[in-house]
């Protein structure tokens, strides 16, 4: 049983999995900075409030804090920002370098039958000699 642990814990997936959430909550970690000691401040430059968790408001006596939600809000399109144009933009231009040819469409195709694959210009399969419909 430990034989078969420590197989699974060395798989590729699960130390990848491992690795991906420590370098996002560290990632998270750094925007969250980013957020609370730049971001906040200029909209509070420009708009007068150095942090917004202070806004509420309340009605019939339950109090809305509506603040803390502006600041997670603030600091969740950050981040999503953040990983769009650090992360997503830049893999997919080296992707795109990456691609060498055109992607081409299979130079076989199952047969209608039988199932086995045939090449796509076949009129016939030469497995089971069943007659194959013409491909455009």
Do not use: W
């Not at 009605?59 to 509506?66: A, E, K, P, V």
């Amino acid at each position: 049983m430990l034989k078969e642990f420590k197989a699974f814990i060395l798989r590729g997936n699960v130390v990848d999995l491992a690795v991906g959430i420590v370098i996002g909550a560290a990632f998270g970690a750094v925007v969250t900075a980013l957020v609370r000691d730049l971001i906040t401040p200029i909209i509070a430059a420009i708009i007068g409030k150095p942090d917004f968790s202070a806004l509420t408001f309340t009605i019939n006596g339950s109090t809305f804090h509506y603040g803390d939600f502006i600041n997670v809000l603030v600091a969740f399109i950050s981040i999503a920002a953040a990983v769009f144009f650090f992360i997503v933009k830049p893999v997919n231009v080296l992707m795109a370098r990456r691609k060498t040819s055109v992607d081409v469409e299979s130079e076989t195709r199952p047969c209608t039958e039988c199932l086995s694959e045939i090449p796509r210009l076949a009129r016939r399969c030469a497995f089971c000699a069943s007659p194959q419909p013409a491909v455009s």
